[in-house]
């Protein structure tokens, strides 16, 4: 493998990746490298646009642009577009209490749930109904394919509406056997198959919620997700070996 080509700020997991995949370097998205890049050579974990890059990105799929549209756009924006597919967000379902997040954010930071559809700012927040999660997940796709999940543990004192992330004492575990898991009993594997966000990237992850209907709700698509156990980067790689 040539590059990996990732956010600016986002090093520690593509340094692991680096050195999992035997990469040649890192290129930042913006960054002061800018090499020619190869949509079928490099792992990409940023999609600036393939013409004006500065330089045209060679072997990108037809879906290039709609990903790299989708890659630039505010959360807010990116549920809509999840949504206009077979995705179901929490837009799709009634809720009496809403989240609040700020247009651009990432974890759990600036989290908060009213009951009131109208206390947000427009200008620099988005709201959402608050889906009354039973389960949480997060899905790696790998060359388009479902290959790890994880399982999110809450901590003690997290209750459906809250934002279940370590500030709140809640981790991640791997989920082993997908088969026995409630999110196996969703439509969200067979949604997802449809959607290029998913399909056509190199390696993407997707936060799921469920509820104990089996109903599913996807909050986010993270394009440059923390990956650091060993198992799952060995996923990785032989993911890539055999693609």
């Known amino acids: ?9 986002f090093r520690r997991t593509p340094l692991l990746l680096k050195t999992s995949l035997g990469a040649d370097k890192l290129v930042s998205v913006p960054g002061r490298y ?3 890049l190869d949509y079928s050579q490099d792992l990409f974990l940023a999609f600036p646009k393939a013409i004006g890059y500065p330089n045209p990105i060679e072997n990108v ?7 790299s549209t989708f890659y630039r756009a505010t959360k807010s924006g990116q549920r809509r577009m999840l949504l206009s597919s077979s995705l179901k967000t929490p837009e799709a379902y009634a ?7 700020p247009l651009h954010h990432f974890g759990g930071h600036d989290y908060r749930v009213t009951d009131n559809p109208n206390d947000y700012d427009p200008n620099t927040q988005y709201i959402s109904p608050a889906f009354e ?3 949480e997940y997060r899905v790696l796709f790998i060359k388009g394919r479902p290959l790890i999940t994880l399982r999110k543990k809450p901590g003690p ?9 370590h500030t709140s004492g809640s981790y991640f575990q791997t989920v082993h056997q997908l088969e026995a898991s409630p999110l196996s009993l969703t439509q969200f594997f067979a949604d997802a198959a449809n959607v290029c966000v998913l399909r056509d990237t190199h390696l993407i992850a997707a936060d799921v919620l469920i509820n104990r209907r089996f109903e599913y709700a996807v909050t ?6 923390a990956i650091t156990i060993p198992a799952n980067l060995e996923v990785i790689k032989n993911a890539f070996a055999n693609s």
């Open 95 to 101: 809720s009496s209490h809403y989240v609040v997040r």
């Open 34 to 36: 800018q090499p020619t």
């Open 220 to 225: 986010e698509v993270n394009f440059a997700p």
């Open 1 to 9: 493998m040539r590059f990996i080509v990732k956010p600016s700020k």
């Open 61 to 67: 799929p037809e879906s290039y642009e709609e990903i």
């Open 157 to 165: 004192n997290s209750d459906p509406f809250s934002a279940w992330n």
């Open 133 to 135: 999660k039973w389960r």
